[in-house]
């Protein structure tokens, strides 16, 4: 018995060990952009980079019309600042928040949730924090690879096939 309860101790940080994947292996491997807005406040987004690969973005790959999409694949989309912040005029407190989107042709709804550390398509509107309502814009090239920047002056633009869509946080 003694022997039994030195040994689950082992077995059990051995399988945690090799339970722990590669992420950057993965189909849609992480990202991570980060900035500040003017005022020093720092912003910092975790997700994943699904690929496009020949599928068309609304029909057949995400976000489909009327659908709340995770921004990102794999797990929740982690949407962080240091301090409080207006994202498009509107108060977001300090804190960490899972990103969603909510599309409807050129409209976008950014969602940013109270619940963050979760798999990604978890999605529960009463954890709304805030809302915005956007227009994408048609992008000037490609992205393959769906991508998110954070400019120098706070802007949050999210990249993902012919879209671009850019956000004020201040």
């Known amino acids: 018995m003694k022997r039994c309860l030195l040994f689950l101790p082992i077995a059990v940080i051995a399988f945690s060990a090799f339970g722990q994947a590669d992420k950057s292996n993965r189909v849609s491997p992480p990202a991570t ?3 500040a807005t003017k005022s020093g406040t720092s912003i910092k987004i975790d ?3 699904p690929s496009v690969k020949g599928r068309t973005i609304g029909k057949d790959l995400e976000p489909l019309p009327g659908k709340v999409w995770r921004t990102g ?5 982690v949407f962080e600042v240091s301090k409080d912040v207006k994202v498009e005029g509107k108060t977001l407190p300090a804190g960490k928040y899972s990103l969603y989107s909510l599309v409807n042709g050129d409209d976008w709804t950014i969602i940013f949730n109270k619940t963050w550390n979760q798999w990604g398509t978890i999605y529960s ?3 709304d ?4 309502q956007l227009k994408s814009k048609k ?3 490609f992205t393959e690879k769906f991508t998110i920047g954070v400019g120098k002056d706070g802007t949050v633009t999210l990249w993902w096939g012919d879209y671009t869509v850019p956000f004020h946080v201040e």
Request: no cysteine; charged share 25%.
């Open 33 to 35: 952009a980060s900035g």
């Open 129 to 132: 924090a805030l809302r915005v």
């Open 139 to 141: 992008s000037d090239h």
């Open 125 to 127: 509107k009463d954890a």
């Open 47 to 49: 997700y994943s980079q």
């Open 73 to 77: 694949a794999n797990e929740a989309t």
